[in-house]
């Protein structure tokens, strides 16, 4: 019998932003997969129409199979629009949870399992860190209208920072295309958080020449001066599971397997991704394996989960790990762990609602306006 080891609550990625979020009780820590299987669709049977369970697909299998839909950000922040059910249980990251919240009516409850499901890269770009940049790179640009634009893996602040400046959001799978609106509505962009993504959208859109970097933590590396001559400034955040890709691991998967084809998140290094045979959102990548002929092999460069389940989901293709056994699972996904799911869920049973996410109003109505443009473009 599996067994499932529930994390304790002493990670660095412990971002507790919302602290009304609550602990897994014991007795639900060391639950058997069968057993749990079990409980988690009697939960789902009784609940009915009343939930709908929202899976990224960086998620454990446990999680995945039951999702009402897997997807990636995107994907999932549009079910989420469109969902009809009194509760939203998401599998996935609290940035992804606080989408939901913004985007679902306001008689929703959006509910996420596990309290530490907090990707760090959302954590690089504070609010307060970016309103003093926004200061300092205004200031340095009088003349010039600037529009920031965040990645989805921010949080609700950001969200709302970048409404009230004209701005939006975008997620992997369409950042070009919310570059493209700045760009018609003003003369500069500053990205956030993710400097991988937006060198990758800079490059796809020809403007590699343009790219300043604005690194917060480093004196010398935010010259306001500096960064104010160019039109995109990339805020120095980054993904530590992407940016374990090295352009030397296609290399050697190539040498290896001489037919393999390589497909990669844009969160990757330049490099790797200009190494690369197919870039894209997770939704890309799942399409990319989806469509493989049988026999075709396929190196995966991203978090391994998912790797792990397009090799299940596909066994007709060869997939593999893009860097072996130094491929990284994501810390912050993996906090939703199924006795989790089982807990929330036999809770709602109850009639009690364990770890909502809640946005706080005076963010949710700006951050709405970001992510509305974004479901627009
Ligand atoms: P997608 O939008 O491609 O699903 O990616 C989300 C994410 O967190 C990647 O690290
Ligand atoms: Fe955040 Fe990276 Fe995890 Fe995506 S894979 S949720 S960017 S830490």
Known sequence: MVTMETAELDTDLSLFKYDNLEQLPPHYRDLE?????????????????????LGHNYQRREIVEHADFIG??????????????????????????????????????????????????????????????????????PDEDIVPITYMNSYADLKAFCASHGGLVCTSSNAHRAFEYAF?????????????????????????????KWDPWDPDGKDAEEVAESDIILWD??????????????????????????????????????AADVVGSTSTICETVANADPGETW????????????????????????????????????????????????ELVEGRERNVIEVAPEEKELAEVALDRMLDI
């Open 299 to 346: 190196a995966i460069g991203t978090e391994i989960h998912l790797t792990n389940h397009l090799q299940r989901w596909h066994p007709e293709v060869d997939v593999l790990p893009l860097c072996g056994d130094a491929c990284m699972d994501c810390n912050a996904m993996r906090q939703i762990d199924p006795n989790y799911l089982t807990w929330v869920l036999e």
């Open 237 to 274: 955040g980054y993904c530590q599971v992407h940016e374990r890709f090295r352009e030397t691991h296609i290399e050697e998967i190539r040498a290896d397997h001489p037919d393999a084809q390589v497909v990669v998140h844009p969160e990757c290094r330049r490099e790797v991704v200009e």
């Open 33 to 53: 997969e069968d057993e749990r299987t079990e409980r988690i669709e009697a939960a789902l049977e009784e609940l009915g129409d009343d939930v709908v369970v």
């Open 72 to 141: 990636d950000s995107y994907q999932l922040s549009k079910e989420a629009a469109e969902a009809d059910a009194e509760y939203v249980v998401f599998g996935g990251v609290t940035f992804m949870a606080e989408s939901a919240d913004i985007i679902t009516d306001d008689d929703q409850t959006v509910i996420l399992p596990s309290m530490e499901a907090s990707c760090p890269m959302a954590g690089m770009a504070e609010a307060l860190q970016v309103d003093s940049a926004w200061a300092e790179i205004t200031a340095a640009a």
């Open 184 to 212: 018609e509505r003003g003369d500069k962009v500053l990205f956030l958080p993710d400097k991988h993504l937006g060198e990758n959208t800079a490059y796809r859109l020809g403007m590699e020449d343009e790219i300043a």
